[in-house]
């Protein structure tokens, strides 16, 4: 489709058409209703070669860069740095909004496909190449904090259970 046009044109169709497909994917991922992103679907389930998360410390080293990427907070302002609320049902909401997020990155990364098959194969490379670095380490952020998110809220339910024996033994 784009083989045959001058690089400034393909230049500025390539950045039509990724800006395009990102605010699409963006504006259905804000509209849609939570029960898409429920954590118990197969997508979002933790995978074996996951480890809990482990494979994401250990092998990516996700600690020592995932806190200098920009994240986005929405309106609801789900944001690592701003969690005060530890109630069960503020970390479920958190841990739907990382499914989210992680469906919105790894849906932005179909656009690169679309751009290696319009463009000639050096252009379409670079261009899925800068798609990719620019969703994939998101998506895996939003993975590994899910995991975080999930040890916590089980956490938190055996403290609640613990408190509600120790009120009843009392009572």
Request: charged share 25%; proline share 4%.
């Amino acid at each position: 489709m784009l083989k045959n046009e001058s690089f400034i044109s393909m230049l500025g169709w390539n950045l039509l058409i990724i800006g395009l497909w990102h605010i699409v994917i963006f504006l259905a991922c804000v509209k849609m209703p939570n029960a898409k992103f429920d954590p118990a679907k197969e997508r979002f389930a933790p995978r074996e070669w996951e480890h809990g998360g482990r494979w994401y410390r250990e092998k990516l080293k996700i600690q020592e860069w995932k806190d200098r990427v920009p994240q986005y907070i929405g309106k609801e302002g789900f944001s690592k740095a701003h969690f005060t609320d530890l109630s069960v049902e503020y970390i479920d909401a958190f841990i739907v909004e990382t499914c989210r997020g992680e469906w919105m990155h790894m849906k932005n990364c179909i656009c690169a496909v679309v751009v290696l098959i319009i463009n000639p194969l050096l252009v379409g490379v670079i261009f899925s190449l800068f798609i990719l670095l620019g969703n994939m380490p998101f998506a895996v952020i939003q993975r590994y904090n899910r995991f975080r998110l999930q040890v916590l809220r089980k956490k938190r339910l055996r403290d609640l259970r613990g408190s509600e024996v120790g009120q009843t033994v009392t009572a």
